[in-house]
């Protein structure tokens, strides 16, 4: 390699890095549910009129229920973004291996697993909502 070839590399290379540093800088592709603040702001991003109230955060960040009023708001990672829908109590939830599983009833969306978190856990957060 000549000279000028490896001054080209080295500032294609120093170029890809700085992109790289502004995506993560401007937290671009970040998709990891990590609070309960992030999960209620997914939810009322995606879904008109939902103002959420507690949440379960599923232990690996990638899945969240958010109570709201009278619903509850089911989001999952899905690549770079969090998908969300909503759903109406009572929950069709059960066990798993690895915490608890809510059924959605939509087939493209799919069941949604919360690690570390209980079917109990889910019942309580929808109990608020069930009660008339």
Avoid: C, Y
Wanted: cysteine-free; hydrophobic content about 50%; charged content about 20%.
């Amino acid at each position: 390699m000549t000279q000028a070839q490896l001054v080209q590399l080295a500032g294609s290379i120093i170029a890809i890095l700085a992109l790289a540093g502004v995506a993560r800088w401007l937290k671009l592709g970040e998709s990891r549910i990590s609070t309960e603040d992030d999960a209620r702001r997914f939810a009322e991003e995606a879904l008109a009129g939902f103002e959420g109230g507690r949440a379960l955060i599923s232990g690996d960040g990638g899945a969240a229920l958010v109570q709201g009023q009278g619903t509850i708001a089911v989001l999952k990672r899905h690549g770079a973004k969090v998908a969300v829908r909503r759903l109406v109590p009572p929950l069709r939830v059960r066990e798993a291996i690895e915490g608890a599983t809510v059924d959605t009833g939509e087939k493209l969306f799919g069941p949604v697993t919360l690690f570390g978190i209980t079917a109990d856990q889910v019942r309580g957060l929808e109990a608020p909502l069930t009660l008339v």
